[in-house]
């Protein structure tokens, strides 16, 4: 089945503690995005990725890293969180940047 | 700063019905537009994407783009239940990124 998956789904954790968000996709998709989504600002981009080795910043991109070693991975880091991180994040892939499959979600919080 | 607007409603529809939704951006650059549905807790899920002027049908959804207004609506005939959700707009900018508008909650009454 044609999937993007994300892990964990569900997150609690402290400030300052690092953590990392796993992002799969099994569709040879060339393009990778990540994506936080709060109430009342919809959906904002925080990183994405054109290819393996190529990443570049969206609209949020402050307080979190990515990397892309191998094309169906794009993991998002938090290397010291905090609290105002605390909100939805969605992976999501598509062939050429056009149409986005997303995957299910994390929710995330930060005490 | 790209900006995508919408209406975030709610819009309220009696079954049966055309809905009709609406996103406005500001970067006369944007060449991909797309619209999609997020039932509350899931994510999002494309509809339709369209990328030139023009109406685009697919079964009961049209979508609308007028890149000289910088326009794009969402038209649902024969409104369900089951097209309750939120939708949201997405148009790409330079370098492929991204960007949604906060979207318009959309209710079909039985």
């Known amino acids: 089945e044609a999937q993007v998956t994300q892990n964990p789904r569900y997150l609690i954790t402290v400030t300052g503690k690092k953590l990392t968000v796993t992002c799969s996709q099994n569709?040879?998709?060339?393009?990778m995005s990540w994506y936080r989504q709060d109430p009342g600002l919809g959906l904002r981009q925080i990183y994405y990725s054109m290819n393996v080795e190529v990443t570049d910043k969206g609209d949020v991109p402050e307080g979190y890293k990515v990397s892309r070693k191998e094309k169906r991975n794009f993991p998002l880091i938090l290397e010291s969180p905090s609290p105002n991180q605390t909100s939805l994040y969605f992976c999501?892939?598509?062939?050429?940047?056009?149409?986005?499959?997303f995957g299910p979600g994390t929710r995330l919080t930060v005490l | 700063q790209k900006e995508v607007e919408q209406n975030s409603g709610p819009l309220s529809v009696p079954e049966g019905a055309i809905a009709s939704l609406n996103c406005t951006y500001s970067d006369r650059g944007s060449q991909s537009f797309f619209w999609y549905r997020q039932y509350s807790g899931k994510s999002p899920e494309l509809i339709m994407s369209i990328y030139s002027n023009g109406d685009k049908e697919d079964g009961r959804f049209t979508a609308q783009l007028n890149k000289a207004s910088q326009y794009v609506s969402l038209l649902i005939r024969d409104s369900q239940p089951s097209d309750s959700a939120t939708y949201l707009c997405?148009?790409?900018?330079?370098?492929?990124?991204?960007?949604f508008g906060t979207g318009t909650s959309l209710t079909v009454i039985p």
């Open positions: 999501a892939s598509s062939l050429q940047g056009n149409e986005q499959f």
């Open positions: 569709m040879n998709h060339e393009y």
């Open positions: 997405a148009v790409t900018g330079t370098g492929n990124q991204f960007y």
